[in-house]
């Protein structure tokens, strides 16, 4: 076994053992904190590796989750049948997105830009959309909630924990066979020059378009797992520009393009949040505002000194 | 609907365009010369809208008498943010950029909500309920005066660009960036009057704006999102573009809000960005590299 599989290993280990021995604040912080190292994850298929700049993830997101959250509220359907049609209708939506963007040789903040449209133009729709809530939100049944249900994704804290845990290593697995696989590399040579991959024979086009569907697909997962952990939906809130830049610092800090530093981006992110919160309140400086200020002053900090991510430098120490 | 209302309207909408024009100029004019896209623009804008209802609430000046030390203020801040935390940056990929300019958002809109609560603050003037009747359209005073400032402000900086020296050299930086270098060109001097200039245009735009809608924090990320919708549309880093699609922007949102419902009138706004940067990228104006 390498050294980077053992200590793979060990961190599965502990993180299986973990429910054992926190409680249940403890656990929802884990929760979230896998949440947010998955949908890094999915995010990094498209911007670490593929080199293309989205800042509308939010839009799969929220996609996901309606349309998972729909078919349950509506008709019954459980997220088995739901996380299906999340997955159709996101990889639809990133491959016209896609498609746009990259016939017409948009790249770059251009793309950026374009992304944050449609997640606009999307939240702005859903507000209008009288079936699914509108503005007024949708609201899942909260069913009981210590029997594992799992055809209907009810269930305690737990389930949801390990639902993620088990996704995350999956997330993880994927991407690392996709990074060592041919389209692996032929992103990796789009992302440091496009035209360069282009000389050498590379469908550019074809590439970047499969990165946005595995990429929205693997965020659609997330949005379904939103919508039934969380159980109420508004608009003006999953499809927020503001949650688009909460899934991408956690890998921006942790290390684009790395396979280890969304998970470890989402940690640190979260538990500084978390701290924060924890500290200001011990002060009983209790201003609104105060927590987001400080959050902010650390990631220009870590933006200013760290500007590959804390993972790359944490990767050399350990020898991974 | 009668003609005369929709016409009153497309006026109303003309004006405020002028002014979203004025505030998106300044991202124009530091994304064309500077090439960092200001994440923090409408934040900028904010804290320019505050400052104009403290110096109302304290010493009693009209909005349009605190442009000027506002927009001084401003110069100084936006040449000090450029000279210290942008431009380290300046050779940094997008994402590292809009990561730096993202954290500085988040900290202007943050601390004015720890300043000055969640409420909304406004600005009462006399003149604000008055208005001037040509011909049947109803020219709002406020509103007239708050588009003659953007214009005023628009026109100075053009004239600006086009005559002094600065403003010369600062196109060459835009133009030939290892060029201006060459000729020796102060570079990082030049983008940080850029910055600066960019910063004075949301001064203006947020005192002027006070006077037509009441100033809460979460306005600023908004105002971000509208001034990107109005320079792509317009043409990023075409200062003609960018009032242009201000003005645009402006009567499509007034329009959207008469004849379908004022919560979807940003629907117009980002479904025009889609088709110009479909059909258009380098927008209305822009050209193309």
Redesign the interface.
Same mark, same amino acid.
């Given at each position: 076994m390498t050294r980077t599989s053992a200590s793979l290993a060990i961190l599965g280990a502990v993180l299986v053992a973990f429910p054992f021995f926190a409680g249940n604040y403890a656990l929802s912080v884990a929760t979230l904190i896998l949440y947010f190292a998955y949908t890094g994850q999915a995010w990094n298929v498209m911007?670490g590796f593929a080199g293309q700049?989205s800042?509308g993830h939010a839009l799969y997101v929220g996609v996901g989750a309606y349309a998972a959250a729909g078919l349950f509220f509506h008709y019954g359907l459980g997220p088995w049948a739901g996380l299906w049609l999340a997955i159709f209708l996101c990889v639809a939506m990133g491959l016209v997105v896609g498609f746009?963007?990259f016939r017409?040789?948009?790249s770059?903040?251009?793309f950026? =830009?374009?992304t #944050?449209?449609?997640a606009?133009?999307t939240r702005?729709?859903f507000?209008?959309l009288d079936w699914l809530g509108g503005?007024g939100g949708l609201f899942l049944k909260v069913a009981q909630r210590d029997s594992w249900d799992l055809p209907n994704f009810r269930g305690p804290p737990l389930m949801y924990y390990y639902a993620m845990l088990a996704l995350c290593l999956l997330a993880l697995l994927v991407c690392s066979r996709l990074l060592r696989s041919k389209a692996g590399y032929y992103w990796q040579a789009i992302r440091e020059n496009e035209e360069a991959a282009q000389a050498l024979g590379i469908n550019t086009f074809r590439w970047k378009m499969l990165a946005v569907a595995i990429s929205s697909a693997m965020t659609a997962v997330s949005g379904v797992f939103f919508a039934f952990y969380y159980n109420n939906l508004f608009p003006e809130q999953i499809f927020h520009?503001?949650r688009s830049?909460e899934i991408? =610092?956690g890998p #921006?800090i942790g290390g684009?393009g790395t396979l280890f530093g969304p998970i470890l981006g989402a940690a640190v992110l979260t538990l500084l949040s978390d701290g924060i919160t924890d500290g200001l309140a011990a002060l009983g400086w209790e201003?609104?505002?105060?927590?987001?200020?400080f959050?902010?002053?650390v990631?220009?900090a870590v933006?200013?000194f760290l500007?590959n991510g804390i993972w790359p430098p944490i990767a050399r120490k350990l020898k991974l | 609907m009668s003609v005369e209302l929709a016409a009153n309207v497309v006026v109303a909408g003309v004006l405020t365009g002028l002014v979203y024009g004025l505030m998106a100029l300044g991202l124009s004019v530091i994304f064309g010369v500077v090439r960092v896209?200001n994440f923090a623009h409408g934040e900028m804008m904010t804290v320019a809208m505050y400052a104009a209802t403290v110096l109302f609430a304290s010493l009693g000046m009209d909005p349009f008498v605190c442009i000027l030390p506002v927009a001084v203020a401003f110069f100084f801040f936006g040449y000090a943010l450029q000279r210290t935390?942008i431009n380290?940056f300046i050779a940094?990929p997008?994402?590292?950029q809009?990561?730096?300019l993202?954290?500085?958002a988040?900290?202007i809109?943050?601390?004015?909500?720890?300043i000055f609560?969640?409420s909304a603050r406004t600005v009462q003037v006399d003149y604000q309920l008055e208005s001037f009747e040509i011909g049947g359209i109803l020219l709002d005073k406020a509103r007239l005066y708050a588009a003659l400032a953007a214009v005023a402000t628009a026109a100075g900086l053009f004239a600006f660009f086009r005559t002094t020296r600065a403003g010369k050299a600062i196109r060459a930086c835009a133009d030939n960036h290892l060029g201006a270098l060459v000729v020796g060109l102060d570079v990082k001097k030049l983008y940080a009057l850029t910055f600066g200039l960019g910063a004075v245009c949301v001064a203006v735009a947020g005192c002027a704006m006070v006077l037509l809608v009441d100033v809460t924090?979460p306005l600023g990320?908004a105002y971000t999102?509208l001034a990107?919708?109005i320079v792509?549309v317009g043409g990023?880093g075409s200062m003609p573009g960018a009032l242009l699609g201000g003005v645009l922007i402006g009567v499509s949102e007034a329009l959207a809000g008469l004849f379908v419902?004022p919560?979807?009138k940003?629907?117009f706004s980002?479904?025009l960005?889609?088709l110009i940067?479909?059909?258009r990228?380098q927008g209305l104006l822009g050209r193309r590299n």
């Amino acid at each position: 076994m390498t050294r980077t599989s053992a200590s793979l290993a060990i961190l599965g280990a502990v993180l299986v053992a973990f429910p054992f021995f926190a409680g249940n604040y403890a656990l929802s912080v884990a929760t979230l904190i896998l949440y947010f190292a998955y949908t890094g994850q999915a995010w990094n298929v498209m911007m670490g590796f593929a080199g293309q700049l989205s800042l509308g993830h939010a839009l799969y997101v929220g996609v996901g989750a309606y349309a998972a959250a729909g078919l349950f509220f509506h008709y019954g359907l459980g997220p088995w049948a739901g996380l299906w049609l999340a997955i159709f209708l996101c990889v639809a939506m990133g491959l016209v997105v896609g498609f746009l963007a990259f016939r017409f040789g948009i790249s770059g903040v251009y793309f950026a =830009l374009l992304t #944050i449209a449609f997640a606009e133009f999307t939240r702005i729709g859903f507000d209008h959309l009288d079936w699914l809530g509108g503005p007024g939100g949708l609201f899942l049944k909260v069913a009981q909630r210590d029997s594992w249900d799992l055809p209907n994704f009810r269930g305690p804290p737990l389930m949801y924990y390990y639902a993620m845990l088990a996704l995350c290593l999956l997330a993880l697995l994927v991407c690392s066979r996709l990074l060592r696989s041919k389209a692996g590399y032929y992103w990796q040579a789009i992302r440091e020059n496009e035209e360069a991959a282009q000389a050498l024979g590379i469908n550019t086009f074809r590439w970047k378009m499969l990165a946005v569907a595995i990429s929205s697909a693997m965020t659609a997962v997330s949005g379904v797992f939103f919508a039934f952990y969380y159980n109420n939906l508004f608009p003006e809130q999953i499809f927020h520009i503001s949650r688009s830049i909460e899934i991408i =610092l956690g890998p #921006i800090i942790g290390g684009i393009g790395t396979l280890f530093g969304p998970i470890l981006g989402a940690a640190v992110l979260t538990l500084l949040s978390d701290g924060i919160t924890d500290g200001l309140a011990a002060l009983g400086w209790e201003i609104p505002g105060i927590k987001q200020v400080f959050y902010g002053v650390v990631l220009l900090a870590v933006i200013m000194f760290l500007p590959n991510g804390i993972w790359p430098p944490i990767a050399r120490k350990l020898k991974l | 609907m009668s003609v005369e209302l929709a016409a009153n309207v497309v006026v109303a909408g003309v004006l405020t365009g002028l002014v979203y024009g004025l505030m998106a100029l300044g991202l124009s004019v530091i994304f064309g010369v500077v090439r960092v896209v200001n994440f923090a623009h409408g934040e900028m804008m904010t804290v320019a809208m505050y400052a104009a209802t403290v110096l109302f609430a304290s010493l009693g000046m009209d909005p349009f008498v605190c442009i000027l030390p506002v927009a001084v203020a401003f110069f100084f801040f936006g040449y000090a943010l450029q000279r210290t935390l942008i431009n380290p940056f300046i050779a940094r990929p997008e994402h590292s950029q809009f990561m730096l300019l993202v954290a500085v958002a988040l900290i202007i809109v943050n601390g004015l909500l720890m300043i000055f609560g969640p409420s909304a603050r406004t600005v009462q003037v006399d003149y604000q309920l008055e208005s001037f009747e040509i011909g049947g359209i109803l020219l709002d005073k406020a509103r007239l005066y708050a588009a003659l400032a953007a214009v005023a402000t628009a026109a100075g900086l053009f004239a600006f660009f086009r005559t002094t020296r600065a403003g010369k050299a600062i196109r060459a930086c835009a133009d030939n960036h290892l060029g201006a270098l060459v000729v020796g060109l102060d570079v990082k001097k030049l983008y940080a009057l850029t910055f600066g200039l960019g910063a004075v245009c949301v001064a203006v735009a947020g005192c002027a704006m006070v006077l037509l809608v009441d100033v809460t924090p979460p306005l600023g990320p908004a105002y971000t999102l509208l001034a990107f919708v109005i320079v792509i549309v317009g043409g990023l880093g075409s200062m003609p573009g960018a009032l242009l699609g201000g003005v645009l922007i402006g009567v499509s949102e007034a329009l959207a809000g008469l004849f379908v419902a004022p919560s979807a009138k940003g629907m117009f706004s980002f479904g025009l960005l889609i088709l110009i940067l479909l059909f258009r990228p380098q927008g209305l104006l822009g050209r193309r590299n």
